[in-house]
């Protein structure tokens, strides 16, 4: 305080007739002791209330709560000497918890025996707050979702160095963690993933998009809505709550899994009043005053760190390249530090507090991947950060009330690619309209990104979630085709049918839409239902197989797209809100690129490449995911260069169902309560 007194000329310690030394630092420690006080004392009733308003417009009132604090520590000084304007009562308090955070808690962090005793502190506190109570013996399990890393991304960001914390776990003599790939459904996305993997099934989930017949909506993976409904229809066809039923903790994530503890769950943001715990994260989190001066300036940080790495991307003349101006650069800051800053706090918050299993995604990578691309140099640094984050909460597990095991695992990956509209100068839904004899706009349409980050954000603001297009469902003349995309997945549905249209049936209304879309050298292949055959792929140059003649052995015009394509696209087919026409762009197998429908170029949500081959990254002590071990052994340069071996044909590990059972085995084998418990009355009228 003495130092910005003395740069700041409209900060005042002294009186206009001047005080001496000693009572200017009277004055100084007096003012910085009220206002520590203050901050302890007021913050958080402030904090309480403002959670009525919009969470992420709390972040940007921090600094200006901040300097009214300030403004009374200098009323209710007793010298009555201090004075500052109000602009630069807000500089001086932002400065003021910047350095208390920085030597309270950022700089420890990089010291192991300061950090050690800070949490040894906190640990106390809980125990102290429970009576005295030894936490139980038995392990609690912390599932942290990394949002679209990919597996093989996650081995190349090892090998380069960029991942200490998972190469360590990998490495050595004695590796404490072993690395398991796996294979997604056709919708390698997180709405059908994440339910899959929290609620055990993800059926009739066929995209992040799409159209549903018989109610007329547009159901979208993260809109809260939808995120409700479908796990509503999941608790109902499984019958149970989820895999956090027992002392669960759901942070981050689109669905709750059945956890009592949520924060920023999607599927309850669209509750109002009590019922909506999901912002309570944000109170925790921002009660502290350190905490969110530290993160809402690591938030300009990060805005004006995008804005510098787009202008130099335009420079370079990247590609591919898509647009990263308007709110992206504050969309991406949301992501990679208020989401990640607010989780990675409850996370921690969790283990201390002794709970049984925890779940939390990090969305960072998957938003940044989404714009500057899966490998990208941009996509590194929060690679790097992420890694900071494994180490922290690692390092928080050794003085929780109780033993836990880490597991680290991705929902999907992203397969790199310029855009469709880019490469061929018409969107997908413009293809589809020239297909029918429909006109064409000459201007084209942006579609939309399906970033799980920019709904967290739009839900942070209370903004509606539903696009516009969406959320009136389908416009102008019902005999035109609706068309939705999911990465390079698109859906394309006859609103005025009420039923799944046959192939026969589009070829007499439309005789040439699907020869047009399957000779169409951006389309890889499209599933269709058939009158004669049942579900029917169609691939260029008028080859047409039945989907329950397809096998790896015989895949048709799913060739390119490798083992398990023929078993995806059969279990879609019987999903029954299926589009009409299921539409997978092209794959090009030799440099693993797609063709998003979306304005992306790294992009999820069909077949082809790396977006269906996320990882699982478990402990040794935890029984093998699949039949046979996956053994990783040696350097970290030896495991950046090494293949996993998969040994058997009962090794490899497919569907998000699939992981849902490996995850509530491992919790058994915790020792902890079985799982799954019978869903909650709430949950099933929800």
């Known amino acids: 305080m003495l130092v910005l007194a003395g740069l700041l000329p409209d900060f005042r310690l002294q009186s206009d007739s001047g005080d001496s030394a000693t009572r200017i630092a009277v004055t100084a420690a007096v003012g910085a002791g009220v206002f520590g006080l203050l901050s302890s004392l007021v913050w958080p009733l402030l904090v309480r209330a403002l959670l009525l308003v919009p969470a992420l417009v709390l972040g940007l009132l921090v600094f200006f709560l901040n300097g009214s604090l300030l403004l009374i520590a200098l009323r209710l000084n007793p010298s009555g000497h201090g004075e500052a304007a109000p602009e630069t ?10 350095v208390a955070s920085a030597t309270g808690g950022a700089l420890a962090v990089r010291d192991d025996d300061a950090y050690r005793r800070r949490l040894y502190r906190l640990a106390d506190r809980r125990r102290r707050r429970s009576g005295g109570q030894p936490g139980p013996s038995t392990h609690g399990a912390v599932f942290l979702q990394l949002d679209g890393v990919g597996h093989d991304v996650l081995r190349e960001a090892i090998g380069k160095g960029l991942m200490p914390t998972a190469a360590r776990w990998l490495g050595g003599i004695r590796p404490t963690h072993r690395l398991t790939p796996w294979r997604t459904d056709w919708s390698s996305q997180t709405g059908a993933s994440q339910l899959g993997i929290l609620h055990g099934t993800n059926h009739d989930v066929p995209a992040f998009r799409w159209y549903e017949k018989d109610t007329q909506e547009v159901m979208v993976c993260n809109r809260p809505t939808s995120a409700a409904e479908l796990q509503r229809r999941a608790v109902a066809r499984t019958g149970d709550g989820g895999l956090l039923t027992v002392d669960g903790a759901s942070r981050g994530n689109l669905f709750s899994g059945g956890a009592d503890e949520l924060a920023l769950v999607l599927s309850v943001a669209a509750r109002r009043g009590r019922d909506n715990r999901s912002r309570a994260g944000y109170f925790a989190y921002f009660s502290d005053p350190a905490n969110a001066v530290r993160t809402a300036m690591s938030f300009v940080a990060e ?55 925890v779940y939390a995604d990090l969305v960072a990578y998957d938003e940044v991947a989404h714009h500057s691309g899966p490998r990208s140099r941009d996509a590194e640094k929060i690679l790097e950060r992420l890694d900071r984050s494994l180490a922290l909460i690692e390092k928080v597990a050794e003085h929780a009330p109780r033993p836990y095991r880490i597991v680290v695992l991705s929902d999907h990956g992203q397969s790199p690619g310029e855009t469709f509209l880019t490469r061929y100068g018409l969107s997908l839904g413009n293809l589809v309209r020239a297909g029918c004899g429909l006109p064409v706009p000459r201007r084209a349409r942006h579609t939309h990104s399906g970033a799980e980050a920019r709904t967290a954000v739009r839900a942070a603001l209370r903004r509606p979630v539903e696009e516009r297009e969406e959320r009136r469902g389908p416009s102008g003349r019902r005999s035109e085709p609706l068309v939705l995309a999911s990465g390079n997945l698109g859906l394309v549905s006859f609103p005025d049918v009420p039923h799944r249209m046959s192939r026969e049936e589009i070829d007499r209304r439309h005789p040439a839409l699907l020869s047009t879309l399957a000779n169409h050298p951006g389309v890889g292949f499209l599933l269709v239902r058939s009158e004669g055959h049942g579900g029917l792929v169609l691939g260029a140059h008028g080859v047409e197989v039945p989907v329950d003649r397809l096998d790896d052995e015989h895949p048709g015009p799913l060739a390119d797209f490798g083992p398990g394509a023929a078993d995806a696209v059969r279990r879609t087919h019987s999903f029954p809100h299926a589009a009409d026409i299921m539409v997978n762009s092209w794959y090009d197998p030799a440099e693993g690129e797609v063709l998003a429908f979306e304005e992306q170029i790294g992009s999820h949500g069909g077949l082809g490449g790396a977006q269906g081959r996320p990882f699982l990254l478990s402990p040794v002590a935890l029984s093998t995911p699949v039949g046979t071990d996956t053994e990783l052994a040696g350097t970290d340069t030896e495991l950046a260069d090494s293949d996993t071996e998969l040994v058997g044909a009962d090794t490899e590990l497919v569907g998000a169902e699939r992981v849902h059972d490996v995850l509530r085995r491992w919790l058994r084998e915790c020792d902890g ?14």
């Open 89 to 98: 009562a807000v500089v001086v308090a932002a400065v003021m918890s910047a």
């Open 303 to 357: 805005v004006f760190r995008e804005t510098g790495q787009s202008i130099w991307a335009r420079i370079e003349q990247r590609r591919p390249r898509v647009k990263r101006g308007g709110l992206y650069p504050f969309i991406r800051a949301f992501a990679t530090v208020v989401e990640r800053d607010v989780v990675v706090a409850a996370v921690i918050g969790d283990m201390l507090a002794g709970r049984n299993a």
């Open 673 to 686: 309560p079985q799982v799954p418990l019978p869903a909650r009355p709430d949950e099933q009228a929800a």
